[in-house]
């Protein structure tokens, strides 16, 4: 089955940097990939998401990049805020719609 | 948010009894999910639902069973509750396949 990968499991930049979360995933047939931010206490929430015929996408301040042939996608936050601290989870999907996880990110933003 | 209700929301039971947990959606979405989450292990998928009556296993399976009489229901069940079982659980629905996925508020249940 479907195995993801999340590095690094926290993260710790200066408000105004730039952060980046790596993830890998095992199954060649997973084509979406979402991403999702948890904020302490609350619910997890979609921020981004990207498929498999798309390399990458921007949405303001966040983007995904996806390789294929590696088998590996990433998430880049730019100009960070404090209220981009949070966790961060990857998730590959394949036609089956199991929605695999990543262990998750903890991003913490330094005044 | 969508809408999306677990039940209850906390919880303590005795190790060996069973527990049932139940997520409410309002969005006739068609997949529903149920996840634990665990310091250290992220979000684990324990089974899902592609439509009334269609469930199958996750990740982390043994232990718990399913049941979707209902498009808006989806019951969790720990048929012998254990120490191990003591988590946040989470729900969630998507639409359609591959479509963004909204999560419930979370179950906190202690096994003590």
């Known amino acids: 089955g479907e195995n993801v990968e999340q590095h690094p499991s926290t993260l710790s930049v200066q408000e105004g940097d730039s952060a980046v979360i790596k993830c890998t995933y095992s199954?060649?047939?997973?084509?979406?990939f979402p991403w999702y931010k948890q904020e302490l206490g609350k619910r997890p929430q979609l921020i981004i998401d990207?498929?498999?015929?798309?390399g990458e996408k921007k949405d303001q301040r966040i983007a995904v990049t996806l390789n294929k042939t590696a088998k590996h996608f990433s998430l880049h936050i730019t100009e960070t805020q404090p209220e981009d601290s949070a966790v961060y989870f990857c998730?590959?999907?394949?036609?089956?719609?199991?929605?695999?996880f990543g262990k998750g990110t903890r991003l913490h933003i330094l005044p | 948010d969508a809408g999306i209700t677990q039940s209850p929301r906390h919880k303590v039971t005795e190790t060996g009894t069973p527990v049932t947990l139940r997520c409410h959606q309002t969005e006739n979405h068609r997949y529903m999910y149920w996840y634990r989450q665990d310091p250290g292990h992220g979000l684990r998928l324990i089974h899902y639902s592609y439509g009334v009556k269609d469930t199958d296993k996750g990740e982390v399976s043994d232990g718990y069973s399913v049941s979707r009489s209902k498009t808006e229901d989806f019951l969790l069940t720990l048929e012998s509750a254990t120490s191990s079982q003591t988590s946040v659980y989470f729900c969630a629905t998507e639409w359609g396949q591959n479509t963004e996925a909204f999560f419930g508020q979370g179950t906190r249940l202690t096994v003590v």
């Open positions: 990207i498929r498999s015929n798309v």
């Open positions: 998730a590959a999907s394949n036609r089956d719609d199991k929605i695999i």
């Open positions: 199954d060649s047939a997973s084509n979406y």
